[in-house]
């Protein structure tokens, strides 16, 4: 079985496997490496990455997006961040942002952890029709800059999606390992030299 690692981005989602000595990004059902990070609602169906964004225009205030920058935030802190969203949030008892949508013919209200886990979940169904395997395992990738709520509420929003990650690794370092596979000559050099 492959290594899964999945990048979820403020916009778009890459999925990669690690298998054969290297690192391969696999493609979506429309053959596309990039996946939007997008989760349309409406009143027949969820949509999720490029059904979700090509539906954008048209269900706007039933389009959730960007939400990766308010995930394990609370929603008293950090009121500044709503100037760019198009969907309607409030808070939730728990204090923390939840997105009000029309979903069924009725407003549902959903954490951004449910919304993240229906993200993950596209990406899950994605990689098994690639793999043509059960996933149950895999390492996500976070900004450095994420705090260990925003770290814990990524790690609820995978196992509401029913994956256990194996490990949370920052994108610095996910670059830093990506660049080091496919460039071994870096360590076979000497070792004395001097940099002002």
Known sequence: MSVVGLDIGNDTCYIAVAKSGGIEVID????LRVTPSYVGFSDKSRDTGITAKTKLVQNINNTVFGFKTILG??????????????FSVTELPSGEYGVKVKY??????????????MLITKLKTITECKLRAKVRECVL????????????????AAEIAD????????????????????RQHLFD???DRHFC
């Open 104 to 117: 069924l013919h009725e407003e549902v209200v959903f954490s951004i952890q449910q919304i993240m886990a």
């Open 28 to 31: 979506n059902e429309y053959s």
């Open 141 to 156: 990738s976070v900004p450095a800059y994420y705090t260990d709520a925003q770290r814990r509420a990524l790690l609820d």
């Open 163 to 182: 994956l256990k990650v194996l490990k949370l690794i920052n994108e610095p370092t996910a670059v830093a390992l990506s660049y080091g596979f496919y």
């Open 73 to 86: 935030k609370k929603f008293e802190d950090s009121s500044k961040d709503l100037s760019y969203l198009s």
């Open 189 to 191: 050099e000497p070792k």
